[in-house]
């Protein structure tokens, strides 16, 4: 069985700070890690994700996510927050087999000017 | 090329009705997957269909039912509305629903049962 617990349903940061929002997993199988956006009445949106290989993954909008298999972590950062940024994000897991997804219940990204 | 669509955006319905959602894939993505998003239990996956066929299926009742054509496009089925139902629906597209595999998902339909 896997399962995600992301740490804080909101997080509030100023423009231009750093953003880090954090994500642990359970997999009884090497998993794949994902990191989804959602905005308002929208469907996800794909950031990144971590297959194999580099433990440090780049994604879109200046977004990156490091895989620590000892934390069992995969948390996202970026280094300076933008207005848009402003969303829920969502972290998932998928393990072999089908890419069946487990998500975490999410993280509302408050930006403040 | 065009994202996956979901038809309707909206639906209001009451309790006892069924309802059928739609979902039209990314053109040539086999794998169609169905999630439900409440305020209460996150995201959690319905089943997925790849070339017709179920090929998983969460820890939902016998109400919650789907099925895909031979162009893969989907539709999901509920059965006898109760006000828990009230969610949004997420339909998401793959290539193949392969471990790793990205899925896309669409604008997702928002059920109001009433």
């Known amino acids: 069985a896997q399962s995600v617990t992301q740490l804080g349903s909101h997080v509030s940061v100023s423009e231009g700070a750093l953003v880090l929002l954090r994500c642990n997993y359970s997999s009884s199988v090497p998993p794949y890690l994902f990191w989804y956006v959602q905005y308002p009445n929208q469907g996800l949106q794909l950031l990144l994700k971590y297959t194999t290989g580099a433990t440090l993954v780049k994604g879109i909008n200046g977004f990156e996510a490091e895989f620590k298999k000892s934390e069992t972590s995969f948390h996202l950062t970026k280094p300076s927050a933008h207005m848009s940024d402003a969303a829920e994000y969502f972290c998932?897991?998928?393990?072999?087999?089908?890419?069946?997804?487990?998500f975490g219940k999410g993280t509302m990204l408050l930006v403040s000017p | 090329k065009a994202g996956v669509t979901q038809t309707p955006r909206y639906l209001i319905k009451t309790r006892g009705q069924q309802v059928t959602l739609s979902c039209s894939p990314i053109s040539g993505h086999r794998s169609v997957s169905w999630y439900q998003q409440t305020p209460g239990q996150g995201l959690q996956f319905l089943f997925e269909y790849f070339s017709e066929t179920q090929r998983n299926k969460g820890n939902f009742p016998g109400r919650f039912s789907g099925r895909q054509f031979s162009n893969s496009r989907s539709e999901m089925n509920v059965s006898t509305l109760e006000l828990g139902d009230s969610a949004l629906y997420l339909c998401a597209s793959s290539l193949a629903y392969l471990a790793g595999d990205e899925q896309f998902f669409g604008p997702g339909t928002r059920l109001t049962v009433l």
């Open positions: 998932a897991v998928s393990g072999s087999g089908y890419s069946t997804l487990t």
